[in-house]
T-cell receptor, first 113, second 111 residues
Framework: SQTIHQWPATLVQPVGSPLSLECTVEGTSNPNLYWYRQAAGRGLQLLFYSVGIGQISSEVPQNLSASRPQDRQFILSSKKLLLSDSGFYLC????????????FGQGTRLTVV | GNSVTQMEGPVTLSEEAFLTINCTYTATGYPSLFWYVQYPGEGLQLLLKATKADDKGSNKGFEATYRKETTSFHLEKGSVQVSDSAVYFCALAWAGTALIFGKGTTLSVSS
């Protein structure tokens, strides 16, 4: 079956520290992968998407970066976290075409202190 | 560009009350429309979807009809339960784009 894993579930990091969130997908090949951030009162903001290994598109300029080192792996990173990076981060796998649908990981609650 | 607008919450209801959460969209062409639900502390789950005009998506007692003439996809349930308390997101997807979400509506149901 098709599943998506995201970790860690919660993270508390000091300002200026690095960040690495990992997302992996099982049961499919060459998936379209996405990182969203959910901030209070702002809904879901698309941060990055990737249609293949090494292919990253950025939707919003920010303090974050993304990488796709393997077909089913998508990583969200930062070299130096800001307070404003706090939020709930969601990885998603989107099946596109006639039956477009998205499957989400469980999310990572990031608190920058 | 494509966008989704849904009613702001929070929506507070008593158990067995009727629920409507409004959602309208702006898109070129004919997007697919979705409702996702997020229970406390969890990721998003697909609740229902509709892929063409006049389609009705339904699941767990929730329904939404794709109305092209009013560009709407309102979520309804005849009798809500405490367990329906969650955040509900309306979304659209079109021609290979990522899903575009509304800001979410928080529903709180009390017994």
């Amino acid at each position: 079956s098709q599943t998506i894993h995201q970790w860690p579930a919660t993270l508390v990091q000091p300002v200026g520290s690095p960040l690495s969130l990992e997302c992996t997908v099982e049961g499919t090949s060459n998936p379209n992968l996405y990182w969203y951030r959910q901030a209070a009162g702002r809904g879901l903001q698309l941060l990055f998407y990737s249609v293949g290994i090494g292919q990253i598109s950025s939707e919003v300029p920010q303090n974050l970066s993304a990488s796709r080192p393997q077909d089913r792996q998508f990583i969200l990173s930062s070299k130096k976290l800001l307070l404003s990076d706090s939020g709930f981060y969601l990885c998603a796998w989107v099946i596109q075409g006639g039956q477009t649908e998205a499957f989400f990981g469980q999310g990572t609650r990031l608190t920058v202190v | 560009g494509n966008s989704v607008t849904q009613m702001e919450g929070p929506v507070t209801l008593s158990e067995e009350a009727f629920l409507t959460i409004n959602c309208t969209y702006t898109a070129t062409g004919y997007p697919s429309l979705f409702w996702y639900v997020q229970y406390p502390g969890e990721g998003l789950q697909l609740l229902l979807k509709a892929t063409k005009a006049d389609d009705k998506g339904s699941n767990k007692g929730f329904e939404a009809t794709y109305r092209k003439e009013t560009t709407s996809f309102h979520l309804e349930k005849g009798s809500v339960q405490v367990s329906d308390s969650a955040v509900y997101f309306c979304a659209l997807a079109w021609a290979g784009t990522a899903l575009i979400f509304g800001k979410g509506t928080t529903l709180s149901v009390s017994s």
